[in-house]
């Protein structure tokens, strides 16, 4: 069953501050825009008055019709040349709020974008990317058609409505009055019916991100989906969002149309109202034929600029809302965050990492302590492997020291400075990874190895593949180094994605080194390879493993055992095994009788 994407307590709070004014916080994206801004605004002005002045000529023409040739003559020359100045200045127009309005919704996705890139793993726990990406795309979207057209065309019609209705006064101030009658009958379906508009666009966008976000889980493990023959399944409940959708969408629909079928009628009602009385005027001598019809032309003008402003409304609401929704990503707290003053780290970074009495559990896990008062202190240079079981607290250990979380109590230093005093980049220079579940980009190999040190020369590059044992089989992939990966990696084996990995890790050359199970995908022959190349880039530089093959930590310096959060024992392989303690089973289940017994 598809879950709605907004729980209505939140829903109908937020639905208070959706107003128009939403759209002030736009503010800070139009503003380094100014000049082009205001030229659009000023050809906006321009077009306006031009369209004023059309009827003025109208009505000259009617009123002259039966004077000299010459004379009308005179007065169409005069109606082609405003015509030709609004064309020129509707195309100017045009051009400039396009193109302001491209630049402004360009900066707002950078600055989604760069907030979202930024943010810590708890993030991601509350909101599912695919919902990121919905606001990145759809609502900029709706922002851009607000910005660079809806706007423009409000402001225009805002601006031939007073006028047009100035200039109605001015004409004939009895039948203006009939008209302006009208207006409460116009105003009240805007209000009533916009306030209800405005819910409607807000749950038709909500829906759109959750059916957005659900294609996106599905699509990035399409081979489990079909693994597990769940594609009927999955095609179910993504058709059930997406009609979910629709559904708010007509309903949407069906309000705005409403409002612009009572809205037009309304208006054009009057016109004809209008127009039947000041045809009796003219009959009576009260009022020119040419008055009349210019009278006329300005009272369709002002009603189509009505008719605007009501199909405008229902884009500016969304827009609204799009924009609350970027804002509220653009406004997040993080729940890691960098110092106000940094902290500089000793130069050179020598590795020395301490745990000082860490307590932490995940956000979505508060309950459950998943490291639970841990003291440890690896020295520079040291190799120290982390093993236990499946929730232990191995791999927490890995993101803590990466600062994807911060603790609830206690702190991590890196060389006696504490990771919450120094800017996450800084440290983190000093850091390679070769995660768990290896990360291969749609780009090709040597850039996906380049992504360790984007500087790396193409030899380095080669070098680190070597290192990795994985310069073999890629230089037997079609292309070589130049060959495309595909989406995740879609090309190679598993073991082929961590050898990339791994290689990527080389190149960064980090004075500390995680790995996270990064020979667990790896075949016998694979593994002794790369785990001779990490045994040989371990010896200068501060190297944590996590693993749960015993085999690859033999060697290590020290092992640290890990039961629910806590450090249960420490020492080299003989010793832990000699002690008989958790460590010892794990040795018993996974080697032979004769290996268990050293």
Known sequence: MARKPTPAPAQEEREKSRELGALRALAPFLAPYRGLMIAAILALISTAMISLMLPLAVRRVIDNFSSGEQLLDHYFVAALAIAALLAVGTGLRYALVTRFGERVVADIRKAVFDRVIGMSPSFYERIMTGEVLSRITTDTTLILSVIGSSVSIALRNVLIFSGGLILMLITSAKLTGMVLLLVPAVVVPILVLGRKLRVMSRENQDWIAASSGNASESLSAVQTVQAFTHEAASRAQFAQMTEASF???RRRIKTRALMTVIVIFLVF??????????????????MTPGALVQFVIYTVMVAGGVAALSEIWGELQRAAGATERLVELLQTNDDVRDPATSTALPAPVAGRIAFEDVHFAYPARPGVQALDGVNLTINPGETVAFVGPSGAGKTTIIQ???RFYDPQSGRITLDGVDLRDVTRDTFRRSVALVPQDPVIFAASARENIRFGRPDATDAEIIAAAEAAAAHQFISALPEGYDSYLGERGVMLSGGQKQRIAIARAILRDAPVLLLDEATS????????????????????RTTLIVAHRLATVKKADRIV???????????????????GGLYARLAR??????????
């Open 247 to 249: 559904d708010a969408a």
């Open 521 to 540: 995908a790896l075949d016998a022959e694979s593994e002794r390879a790369v785990q001779a190349a990490v045994d040989k880039l371990s010896e200068d």
């Open 561 to 579: 055992v890990l039961e629910a959060g806590k450090i249960v024992d420490t020492g080299t392989h003989d010793e832990l095994v000699g002690k």
């Open 400 to 402: 803590m020291i990466l």
């Open 589 to 598: 289940l996974q080697f032979t009788d004769g290996i268990a017994a050293e």
């Open 269 to 286: 009602a009057g016109v004809v109202g209008v127009l039947w009385m000041g045809a009796r005027d003219v009959r009576a001598g009260d």
